[in-house]
């Protein structure tokens, strides 16, 4: 079944009591483009994140965000003062109460207050760690992903089918009116060269050959073989699981070649207008393939 290129999904995991939050967006590109952002220590899983994205996706602009959803911290954390910096900060304010002439004592209070002079150090985690805290979130996010593109393939498919189908149908009508046009012609060319001629006897077997001429260019039975041959290659195609949006771009650029071919060799009016309405339906089909996987 096709898939869409377009979709989104999100999920919250959480380990260690901290809460990590996956966010996958895809959008339409004729390649691979992958976008990662990853929080701080989450950024060594660059590669395994890459591939685990990778073997899901084939063909599209995905932005994968993996962040820290909030500031919980382990029980296993700890506290690290920062000496140099509160020196820094009691220099600076023994210099600001001299400048000022201000008396008094700089409390252990206040420089304990002061910004990263107290940090909270969390535990340092392994590669691995990691890579089991994000891979079950990753794994859900991924899925839910699948789903969503799979439905929207599911509602392409039916449009694309009953646009195939329609195709089909204009191809026959066509088919049925070649007769027709070489008939109309051979008696329209009749009573031209009668009314040119007057009393003078008609040589059937001129008139013979030139509607033989005109029946030989304007012959589209190869064009139509070829037309019907590429439009069951796409019906194909919707029941494939392999992403198959690049070969249906070819298939229908093939579609529009066959289709212009018969409108140039074409002399009626009515194939001209089916001809235009296969277009039509085409320029439709065209839009839609570039949402398709």
């Given amino acids: ?43 060594v899983l660059e590669d395994r994140v890459k591939s685990a994205v990778s073997a899901r996706v084939q063909r599209g602009r995905v932005e994968c965000s ?17 000496l140099p910096l509160a020196r820094t900060y009691q220099a600076r304010l023994q210099e600001l109460q001299a400048a000022l002439g201000l008396s008094g004592t700089i409390e252990l209070g206040l420089l304990a207050g002061l910004k990263d002079v107290l940090v909270f150090q969390e535990p340092a985690l392994s590669e691995e760690q990691l890579w089991k805290a994000v891979q079950k979130p990753l794994k859900k996010a991924l899925d839910g992903l699948e789903k969503m593109r799979l439905n929207e393939g599911k509602h392409l498919g039916r449009d694309l089918l009953a646009r195939i189908r329609l195709i089909e149908k204009t191809a026959g009508q066509i088919a049925q009116r070649v007769p027709v046009v070489v008939k109309a012609y051979q008696e329209k060319l009749t009573k031209r060269i009668q009314d040119l001629l007057g009393e003078v006897a008609l040589d059937p077997n001129r008139l013979a050959q030139e509607v ?16 019907a041959s590429h439009l069951r290659q796409l019906k194909d195609l919707l029941a494939e699981t392999q992403p198959v949006g690049r070969k249906m771009e070819f298939l229908l650029q093939e579609v529009n070649r066959e289709i212009n ?9 009515a194939i001209a207008e089916r001809v235009v309405a296969v277009k039509a339906e ?7 393939v570039q949402n398709i996987e």
Wanted: charged share 25%; proline share 2%; no cysteine.
């Fill in 1 to 43: 079944m096709i898939k869409s290129m377009t979709a989104f999904a999100q999920e919250t995991g959480t380990d260690r009591e901290q809460s990590l939050t996956v966010l996958i967006r895809t959008y339409n590109s004729r390649y691979l483009d992958l976008n990662l952002r990853l929080a701080g220590p989450l950024a």
């Fill in 66 to 82: 993996i962040q820290f959803a909030g500031p919980g911290r382990t029980r296993n954390g700890s506290l690290a003062v920062n």
């Fill in 212 to 227: 033989a001429v005109l029946a030989d260019r304007s012959d589209i039975s190869e064009e139509l073989v070829r037309l």
């Fill in 261 to 269: 071919t018969i409108g140039s060799k074409s002399l009626d009016g």
């Fill in 282 to 288: 085409l320029e439709k089909m065209r839009e839609q």
